[in-house]
């Protein structure tokens, strides 16, 4: 960590940011001629006019532009797979926000997409850190785990995306945790990764903070999941390099558990309600975790923001309990994060009584977008 570094690391994010934010009317204006918006249903969709959905365009576009001037992506191996990847997880998501695919076809799409990075950039975890008793694994077993978290969290990201500036927030809390833990141990790359979607991410939340005037559709919201999952993967590598040092995580794998813990936490609320119902595991309902703090009377904004500092508190447990044991302190990290939904509710209902404060009715924000599609 030096102040050199950030010589590089500020124009990173801040090139990232003015591309993002300029080029973020311009999208909005195009997908309003050419009729690409995200229509309300009065259900899911809890608004009374229409979106546009390319945000994803801009985040892509600054945060690719930013890292590949600033980035000296010379010292990541496995940076053209991971373009390569990102390209395709960024093709489909355009065409998936133009005229929409099949669920089964999306999921197909994205397994080529992390086997061109796991198979092809040799992107994967040596093992699981002592959980459940197991430690290194083999090869083969490593990269089929691998291809099974990234996809698990670029499908769990996407879930979030329901309420503006949600899934740009908690993208860019993650994004600034890992870069100054890559920034410490002395991964500047990997910082720069960080920073520049940080800094993307940002000017894309310029425009879609409640009311939101567009939205970062499967677009952005495949893409920014893949590069966390890679930046994940990454971390829990390059963590186990630096035993020893300073800014080894004791137990990192449930570190980066809790800086994905929303997206986590609401994955596994989802499909373990689907589950119980016998329902689709791919069905766009409403309970997700944001939908269900919206029924509470809680506006979009505040919802959003609860939630953003939800995962900072989460972070924060683990942080503290990191001198645990692994398969102590994961239980106690995902379980509490499961108590999201009871706790705001709890929260609400003191609220009122001892503040007296105004019910919000979800329904008539004007811009809320409680529109994800899963």
Request: aromatic letters at 10%; proline letters at 3%.
């Amino acid at each position: 960590m030096s102040l050199q570094d950030l010589m590089l690391i500020i124009p990173a994010a801040v090139t990232a940011y003015v591309i993002c934010y300029v080029s973020m009317p311009a999208i909005i204006k195009m997908a309003e001629l050419k009729n690409l918006i995200d229509t309300p249903d009065g259900n899911r969709k809890l608004r009374d006019k229409t979106i546009p959905t390319l945000g994803g365009i801009g985040i892509f576009s600054a945060f690719i532009i930013s890292y590949s001037v600033w980035g000296q992506a010379v010292n990541m191996e496995a940076f053209p797979f991971f373009v390569a990847s990102m390209f395709i997880l960024f093709l489909m998501g355009v065409r998936d926000d133009i005229i929409e695919l099949k669920a089964l076809t999306k999921l197909l799409v994205q397994i080529v997409a992390v086997l061109v990075l796991v198979y092809g950039g040799d992107v994967r975890i040596a093992g699981f850190g002592g959980l459940l008793g197991i430690g290194e694994i083999p090869a083969a077993v490593a990269s089929i785990a691998t291809v099974v978290i990234l996809l698990a969290l670029i499908n769990a990201y996407n879930l979030i995306d329901g309420i503006d500036g949600l899934a740009g927030g908690v993208g860019t809390i993650v994004c600034f945790i890992f870069g100054i833990w890559f920034w410490g141990a002395g991964f500047l790359s990997y910082a720069l990764l960080s920073f520049s979607l940080a800094g993307a991410l940002i000017g894309f939340l310029a425009f879609n903070l409640y009311p939101a005037k567009i939205f970062m559709g499967d677009t952005g919201a495949m893409s920014v999941g893949f590069v966390l999952g890679f930046l994940s993967v990454e971390f829990l590598a390059l963590n186990e390099m630096v035993a020893g040092n300073a800014w080894h995580i004791r137990n990192g794998e449930v570190f980066a558990v809790s800086i994905l813990i929303l997206p986590i936490v609401d994955t596994l609320r989802v499909i373990a309600i689907r589950l119980k119902r016998g329902e689709r595991l791919f069905k766009a309902d409403r309970n997700h975790i944001h939908h269900r703090i919206l029924d509470m009377g809680v506006s979009h904004r505040q919802a959003a923001l609860i939630l953003c500092l939800f995962n900072g508190v989460i972070f924060g447990l683990a942080y503290i309990t990191m001198p645990l044991d692994i398969n102590l302190q994961l239980p106690i990290v995902i379980g509490t994060g499961m108590l999201i939904v009871p706790f705001v509710r709890l929260a609400v209902f003191f609220s009122r009584k001892v503040f007296n404060l105004r019910v919000h009715n979800s329904k008539s924000d004007s811009a809320g977008a409680a529109y994800d599609t899963n």
